[in-house]
């Protein structure tokens, strides 16, 4: 079945950029999406792009898809402590209703 | 309503009691989504609703979890004689129809926590 990989773990400098990375398996992965899930809440989705895009930039955040190697990346440009979150990856299948998850990155922001 | 609402948003419970954990979806939503969150793991799929039907229950755990979701909107997730591996956050997603060409985001609860004692 599918499968979406993250590292468990991120831990970056106020101020750096934080790159998150995701491998998934299925090819027929029509649309990617990064949820962001702060402690005690639900997932909030923060971006998403479509699988014919190999770059999508908004404000801080910058999306990088690369097809070929089934591998997404989430690039957050000035990390401030308030990105300390957990973050999932997750595909969606050829438009079909299966959303398959990541088991999420935990980014701590350190001062 | 404006969000996907869940209710109750904590739920202490003794082992074998049943217990019922409430989904109100966005408005429109015809798409309806459980996962369950165990502590530090990432989303287990429990089941889709589209409409009233459920055309993929695969990741209910056992036959002790059952949801159902009537006219259209509210889905209920009934787990009966629980067990303490079944303290975990379940949420709650909704959507818009799939199929359809655009991105449908999915939209999550808060969730709710369940503690088995």
């Known amino acids: 079945g599918e499968d979406v990989e993250q590292s468990l773990f991120l831990s970056v400098r106020e101020g750096d950029s934080s790159v998150i990375n995701c491998t998934y398996t299925d090819s027929s992965s029509t649309y990617l999406y990064w949820y962001k899930q702060e402690p005690g809440a639900g997932l909030q989705l923060l971006t998403y792009i479509f699988s014919n895009m190999d770059m999508k930039q908004d404000q801080r955040l910058t999306v990088l898809l690369n097809k070929k190697d089934k591998h997404l990346s989430l690039r957050i440009a000035d990390t401030q402590t308030g990105d300390s979150a957990i973050y999932f990856c997750?595909?969606?299948?050829?438009?079909?209703?299966?959303?398959?998850f990541g088991p999420g990155t935990r980014l701590s922001v350190l001062p | 309503g404006a969000g996907v609402s869940q209710s109750p948003s904590n739920k202490v419970t003794e082992k074998g009691k049943d217990v019922e954990l409430r989904c109100d979806p966005i408005s429109g939503h015809t798409a309806l989504y459980w996962y369950r969150q165990s502590l530090g793991q990432g989303l287990e799929f429990l089941i889709y609703f589209q409409g009233n039907s459920a055309p993929d229950k695969s990741g209910l755990p056992s036959d002790r979890f059952s949801a159902e979701r009537t006219g259209g909107s509210v889905s209920t997730l009934t787990i009966q004689r629980t067990q303490q591996e079944d303290s975990a956050v379940y949420l709650c997603a909704s959507s818009l129809p799939s199929g359809d060409s655009g991105a449908n985001v999915l939209t999550f609860g808060a969730g709710s926590r369940l503690t088995v004692l």
């Open positions: 997750a595909e969606r299948e050829n438009y079909g209703q299966n959303f398959v």
